[in-house]
């Protein structure tokens, strides 16, 4: 694709970039027409056996109940929505988006399937198929993170970019890009539904991780609304910040004369251990690390997790 041709492309989203260079001709023996450029987008029906999957398919768990109500669907009434493929060789197309419909038709004992055939890149495939992912409405807003990050990274784009290619206001792509950096504790409860994405948003405005850490924790065993939450935290941004002991040897330092490199030791563990980390450390090079725990069960999940690495 020509960088004219990709520039008119962006911001229209999925569609667009479905129909830009579209490469589709009625041909039910599958001869080689099928590949020159048309923009007329024609619905061709290609066999299951030679069709491969998407190599770049950011989608790797179909649920089992799911799949088999659209195999019971399409034995009924056909698919609907055709699938898109790229033609790779003779009679040897590459999935791009769709692959949910296309094992569902595997189910459903079908031996053909409707297709757009497309001509697209490696990039342009890895592309689709991302957004693809991220249009599906049961995603939750950590899934949704992790699609725009990785879409951002493989394609090369900035924020700005990302946003038009998504047809989304920077500042929403930035949120859901911030939610990346939160304790994985935290993580956790926005994708198990413990947290919403205004919680998740408040949480962010704290700017350490064990205090993080200490008003999830507070959120989710009181089932704070999102407004309780936000006053919570404008509390403690108000609230004077306590002395605390940092390093071996040198009792009473405040935060900030912790030495950088041992900040982001504590950092990288904090985040890791979602739990309070501290690093006390002496002159000579010798200290200790003291890791806090709740009650017992936080105890197991902390030597589980350190077990693990």
């Not at 898109?84 to 791009?96: C, D, G, M």
């Not at 490696?122 to 993170?145: G, K, M, V």
Request: aromatic content about 4%; some cysteine; charged content about 30%.
């Amino acid at each position: 694709m020509t960088d004219n041709k990709k520039k008119s492309v962006l911001g229209r989203g999925l569609g667009a970039l479905l129909e830009a260079n579209d490469t589709t001709q009625r041909d039910k023996n599958f001869g080689n027409n099928i590949g020159t450029n048309t923009q007329t987008a024609v619905v061709v029906s290609i066999p299951l056996e030679q069709i491969e999957v998407n190599p770049f398919q950011p989608r790797t768990t179909f649920e089992a109940d799911s799949l088999n109500e659209l195999a019971d669907s399409i034995k009924i009434h056909g698919v609907i929505q055709p699938i898109t493929v790229r033609k790779i060789e003779n009679n040897k197309y590459q999935l791009i988006a769709g692959e949910r419909r296309l094992r569902a038709s595997k189910l459903a004992g079908k031996a053909e399937i409707p297709a757009y055939v497309r001509v697209a890149s490696d990039q342009e495939s890895i592309e689709i198929a991302l957004i693809e992912n991220i249009q599906r409405e049961d995603l939750n807003p950590l899934e949704i993170s992790i699609n725009y990050k990785r879409l951002q990274d493989e394609c090369d784009l900035t924020q700005e970019q990302l946003a038009v290619r998504l047809g989304k206001n920077r500042s929403t792509v930035t949120n859901f890009l911030r939610l990346l950096k939160l304790p994985p504790d935290v993580q956790a409860g926005l994708r198990d539904g413990k947290i919403t994405m205004g919680h998740a948003k408040a949480i962010m405005a704290v700017d350490d991780i064990p205090t993080m850490l200490s008003v999830f924790k507070e959120v989710t065993s009181k089932g704070m609304s999102v407004r309780q939450l936000e006053e919570l935290v404008r509390n403690l941004e108000i609230k004077p910040k306590k002395a605390t002991t940092t390093t071996a040897g040198n009792t009473g330092n405040k935060a900030h004369d912790v030495p950088f490199t041992i900040k982001k030791m504590q950092d990288r563990m904090m985040s890791a251990l979602s739990t309070k980390v501290q690093i006390q450390r002496g002159t000579d090079g010798k200290g200790e690390i003291v890791i806090k725990f709740y009650n017992d069960d936080d105890l197991d999940r902390i030597v589980d997790s350190i077990a693990e690495v």
